[in-house]
């Protein structure tokens, strides 16, 4: 199987915002990068089950320049693997059917005769070994020049997920597979009870199998004017038959794709087409339309955690139906989600409620209304508030930081590093620090002064003096920072070098 | 009237642990010393209210001895009235029949011709002439040897209070009063129902106006054991005929009634003589039994704030019934109540729900089972949990500290120091302490030397070094402490020499 391997690309969708995760999902911080079941993040959870399956490098993840940036500090415990996965950078976020286009013109150039993986950053499937096999099934049906997608078996009338209706009569399909007579949105719930009694309708799982010629002859044949900007793109960025070379997955942030706007020339072409593409689901723009769709029905559980409420059907629920995770106390509640970190959250008698707790916010809301927390992100967003940003950790190469307060000329953190990890050579304009270890060994410069310090040492950093910080150790070091100063804002840097090519 | 004004006595009952607003009120900071409604804290209202009608050294607080600790730092905000306030110590908690009763034996010797307001320090009462103008009315009573009481007229069917049901025709009673005929436990709603629709049914306020001779002598009549036991406790406290010195309340803990166990002799006999008292209340102790009850019907608004739910009474609404207070987003809600402080939280339709939100713990819980709140405190308590017993930020004589984060091996404060304030010098055992200042200017005392330091200078205060920290300015002073040590909790410190009297 080494030369299919050699073809095969895993496509990992992963622009989506997570908004409906809020408070736990942020900006910087969307679903996918979020451990809310299983052993690990989910991202790195999808990277794992494929990895072995595809080779390394034939992992490649689309998303946009931001969220690519969070997400490669995000991968590094993934470790050598990490480093091999590439990235395709959207310019900005456009639905599937264009991310998928890109990922395929990019494709065709470097392996023409690629096969294509196409899944899901930010869904759950909790056995992977049937999920492969599953898989193999698929890629037979993908060479025979199929567009194969997977559907789950319904074990309820659910409204929230988009339906494939199958052939009755399997005969027409190769063994193993169903023929699709169509795609269906999301049903209402008399639908959906038909759709369950009826047995031959299927959840559209949003995982796909096909060759890289193929969807773009069909993306020609059914969505002409995306494979007309498309190869508008391609004649921006690659010089014709010559396929690009890549740029691994490291700490430098990746400049695969097109670009965003303000940059000259080409990038600014590339931003203004991928803007004027119709945000399209390749369900809708595709496959509803092709008459060449198998779909595999799958072996393996599945959810698309499309919202806090499908944590009922992935996590166990105690005897009241509740699931309760983190710091709780409840007193006879029912069928609700308690999802709390370090801090004390209480609750009694709580029906249908779904409350979430975290270092700087806290959503109460009843099951019901889950849709209406991408209101309250939407109202924080335009307020300009750091809620729907930023976690009160925030990840970085080198390790994190969290804010523990601000006050009036004064703002603290606690800042860790990884073994090894280096702030940028580094200066403030408007802010002194003071540097308290708690745990680990720092390494300190402070203009052309190098020293060693231990835990429960301090130094202080005055305002406009060169400094850096390094974890010389083999352990995490932690310290405490104290800034004071007019003005605490992140901005306030000047970088003279920085291991992690930023600027 | 200034003869009377002699004579008169404000007696505040503060032993209320607050249980049932929890999570705002903690074990150390009950609801007395909550600003849920008004433009100050309860107790600090009451005070407020009565003085200037009795003058200051006339204002008595009930309470246990932890409590009146925390209770003598509250009330520095009111300056020279705080330090004229008098603090009556009960060994515990026993209802209000006893705790009245032992103000009584100690005022019989401190002024035998005194009358006795005796009022809750945790209720809401907004319109303070009002009052005073009903409060004149029952003195007047009081002097012709009734024992007065307020009913308020009910507006709702509310099961939460007991009731006074007066007289039918009130040419029986003096002019402006209403003569009582019983008090009743709090009804069921339909017994609620008829209370209002009858018309002589009045809430029982709690708050009381009688001669101290008087209610000595109806406790004696109808509670003769009680009056047993406050007779003999009234032998071990007083030389007979000699009049007790009362000790003002300053910074130092008070020590005027009958202690805590464990002290030599006498105290030991106090508070096994206390702890024997029946908890009875005064309502159905006495005023029940007695057939020289008055009352007068209040001309004020008023509240027993006996739970979150009560706040719908004292506080306006919005147009959805809300009251949303601090950090708050919501959608769609009503007739919910949202308690935030800084943090944020972010609510969704949330229909006649309470959530509470402080900077340790969050309670969520529909307004039907408010109740329950204290089988949450309670099984707190028991788990030996802060989060019943204090705040992340606690009051202290000097000032307070708010502890930001408590991590392996270090813990971080901020530490806010009045102007003048001087903390105790003292040493660590187990911890060193780095301290950085944020706002005003320091003066720091290690071991023989002293000195000054501005903001954003540091110092380093090593394990068992003697230090002390004072504000000699003018401004708060506020420093961040960042502790190192294996051992980080209250209780490894050495105090040599402290200005509150603390060892």
């Not at 009826?198 to 010629?213: A, L, P």
């Amino acid at each position: 199987m080494t030369e299919i391997l050699n073809n095969l690309f895993a496509i990992i969708l992963a622009g989506g915002s997570g908004t409906r995760f809020w408070p736990l999902s942020r900006e910087t911080c969307p679903k996918q990068m979020l451990q809310i079941v299983g052993e690990d993040t989910l991202i790195r959870q999808s990277i794992k089950r494929i990895n072995g399956f595809v080779p390394p490098e034939n992992i490649w993840i689309v998303t946009t320049e931001g969220k690519a940036q969070d997400m490669q500090f995000h991968l590094e415990p993934l470790g050598s693997l990490a480093r091999s996965i590439q990235f395709i950078i959207e310019p900005l976020g456009k639905n599937t059917a264009p991310a998928i286009g890109l990922a395929a013109i990019y494709l065709s150039h470097h392996s023409p005769d690629s096969l294509m993986i196409v899944m899901p950053s930010d869904h759950a499937i909790p056995d992977t070994e049937k999920f492969l096999r599953d898989l193999k099934l698929a890629i037979e049906g993908a060479k025979r020049d199929y567009l194969v997608t997977f559907g789950i078996k319904p074990n309820r009338s659910e409204t929230g997920y988009g339906y494939i209706k199958v052939v009755n009569g399997s005969e027409m399909a190769p063994k193993g597979f169903l023929k699709v007579e169509r795609f269906v949105e999301k049903p209402d719930l008399e639908t959906a009870k038909t759709y369950l009694s009826e047995g031959n309708y299927f959840w559209n799982s949003g995982i796909f199998v096909w060759k890289t010629s193929k969807i773009l002859y069909e993306i020609e044949t059914h969505l002409p004017d995306l494979y007309k900007k498309l190869k508008e793109m391609e004649s921006l960025l690659f010089v014709s038959g010559q396929p690009n070379k890549f740029i691994p997955c490291n700490a430098k942030p990746i400049t695969l794709g097109p670009h965003k706007p303000n940059k000259p020339n080409k990038p600014d072409r590339l931003y203004e087409l991928y803007s004027s593409l119709e945000p399209v689901s390749i369900d809708y723009g595709v496959m509803e339309r092709s008459s060449n769709v198998l779909m595999v029905p799958a072996s393996f559980q599945w959810s698309d955690l499309g919202s806090w409420t499908a944590l009922d059907e992935v996590i166990e629920k105690d005897n009241s139906g509740n699931i309760l995770k983190g710091n709780t106390i409840d007193i006879g509640s029912q069928n609700s989600i308690v999802f709390a970190g370090k801090r004390l959250v209480a609750t009694i008698g709580l029906k249908d409620m779904v409350v979430v707790d975290t270092p700087d916010a806290t959503l109460v809301t009843p099951k019901e209304k889950v849709q209406d927390i991408r209101r309250i992100v939407e109202t924080l967003k335009q307020n300009g508030r750091e809620e729907y940003l930023l976690h009160k950790t925030v990840e970085r190469p080198w390790g994190s930081y969290t804010v523990l307060e601000k006050g009036e000329g004064y703002k603290i953190k606690r800042v860790a590093l990884k073994p090894g990890a280096k702030l940028s050579l580094q200066l403030h304009r408007r802010r002194s620090e003071h540097w308290v270890v708690v745990s680990g060994i720092a390494k300190v410069t402070k203009e052309d002064e190098t020293y060693l310090m231990q835990t429960n040492e301090s130094t202080y950093i005055p305002i406009n003096i060169k400094h850096r910080l390094e974890n010389p150790g083999e352990g995490p070091l932690q310290i405490i920072e104290v800034q004071n100063g007019d003005y605490l804002e992140e901005d306030d840097i000047e970088r003279f070098d920085d291991v992690y090519g930023r600027s």
